[in-house]
T-cell receptor, first 112, second 113 residues
């Protein structure tokens, strides 16, 4: 069974530029999560989807971050404009039987 | 507010020894406690998890001990191997359904050969 797929794996951008991350969850997993992991820290939830509905986005900085999960499968997380402090690893996780969650490899973002 | 506190931050164990990582939580509504293992450049991988209705769960060399009254749980790695060298995170979640995981700060484990 394929795991959670994320792309790109690495991204380097200049501050104020936009950036987007893509996630393909494990087949059949209705619940999808985006987490932020700063260096040396545990992941922190940004947004959680049940199918195509965002059911918990309280930690998402909505002034610059947006996310979507069209058709309840793949998801995209966008930052516009990026700031220096956004440099981190962005993790996607999916779940068939919550709260058991399976994580992807993450996208490491560097903002210069 | 840090709801899950993990210790130690780093740990060095000799090959064949027992590695012990501890976590303490504050919210008594938490009812699911997983441990994740993360290698550099990889995402966290679910290792083992426990519910508060049992005090211990064992899977191979990995054991979770759970103390509900003390609001603490720990991961024990028996016969630690160099391949176990990684960062370990405890986490907790509450309630039914797909609630978020609240993670500890992580422990960097090094197993010396």
């Amino acid at each position: 069974e394929a795991g959670v797929v994320q792309s790109p794996r690495y991204k380097i951008i200049e501050k104020k530029q936009p950036v987007a991350f893509w996630c393909n969850p494990i087949s059949g997993h209705n619940t999808l999560y985006w987490y932020l992991q700063n260096l040396g820290q545990g992941p922190e939830l940004l947004i959680r989807y049940e199918n195509e509905e965002a059911v918990d986005d309280s930690q998402l900085p909505k002034d610059r971050f947006s996310a979507e999960r069209l058709k309840g499968v793949d998801s995209t997380l966008k930052i516009q404009p990026a700031e220096l402090g956004d440099s981190a690893v962005y993790l996607c996780a999916s779940s068939l039987y919550p709260p058991e969650q399976f994580f992807g490899p993450g996208t490491r973002l560097t903002v210069l | 507010q840090q709801q899950v506190k993990q210790s130690p931050q780093s740990l060095i164990v000799q090959k064949g020894g027992i590695s012990i990582i501890n976590c303490a939580y504050e919210n008594t509504a938490f009812d699911y406690f997983p441990w994740y293992q993360q290698f550099p450049g990889k995402g966290p991988a679910l290792l083992i998890a426990i519910r508060p209705d049992v005090s211990e769960k064992k899977e191979g060399r990995f054991t979770i001990s759970f103390n509900k009254s003390a609001k603490q749980f720990s991961l024990h790695i028996m016969d630690s191997q160099p391949g176990d060298s990684a960062t370990y995170f405890c986490a907790a979640s509450k309630g039914q359904g797909a609630q978020k995981l609240v993670f500890g700060q992580g422990t960097r484990l090094t197993i010396n050969p």
